[in-house]
């Protein structure tokens, strides 16, 4: 399919009210077809802190992430009409169909897939461009709440190295077929969506 915009909320964006803002003013376009991937945010801290507790491994923390992406969804579909909770193609392209914006829930693509390893290197900056890739999306967009250094927009691995985005991104975005930025805020995200 083409025309697909993949836009990645980040996981700061959630523990304010800046994912909200941003669903509720989200441009409303006839026959726009937008995926959006929700950050762990809060869920995926709690793992982080519970792995560093617990000592559990990577493979365990990397599906109790995708877990906590999952609950992020189901929060942002619960308090914002308009957003419906997704797992794959099928049920995107229903939403779609059905004038909703699908809320990317990773379990059922993401929790097996042989390409994604299961680190805390890939976060769902990595997750958001796996999924553009595997969609077939034109267009990435990666919103954050840091502002990006001048210049470094489209610098992956400079992004990587600030902390900005994980340290995957540079590979999973690395010669595709789809555009990508990275936006910053509410205001940024609105921009890059209309």
């Known amino acids: 399919m083409s025309g697909i915009v993949v836009v990645k909320l980040g996981g700061s964006l ?4 800046a994912a909200a803002r941003l669903l509720e003013q989200w441009p409303r376009s006839p026959g726009a077809r937008r995926i959006v991937v929700p950050g762990g945010g809060i869920f995926a801290d709690a793992v982080r802190t519970a792995q560093a507790e617990r000592g559990f491994t990577d493979v365990t923390a990397h599906r109790l992430a995708l877990l906590a992406m999952e609950m992020s969804a189901r929060v942002l579909t619960d308090s914002t009409p308009g957003f419906v909770c997704a797992s794959g193609l099928p049920e995107f392209v229903d939403a779609w169909n059905r004038s909703l914006t699908p809320v990317w829930t990773p379990m059922a693509l993401a929790a097996d897939a042989p390409d994604i390893a299961q680190t805390w290197d890939v976060t ?3 997750l958001a461009a796996w999924l553009a890739a595997r969609v077939d999306a034109t267009r990435l967009v990666v919103v954050k709440s840091c502002v990006v250094p001048d210049g470094m927009g489209q610098d ?8 900005i985005v994980d340290p995957s991104f540079p590979r999973y975005v690395a010669g595709r077929t789809f555009r990508w930025s990275i936006a910053t805020g509410v205001d940024g995200a609105l921009d890059q969506l209309r």
């Open 14 to 17: 959630m523990r304010s009210d």
């Open 124 to 126: 769902s900056d990595t």
């Open 156 to 163: 992956a691995a400079g992004l990587a190295a600030a902390g």
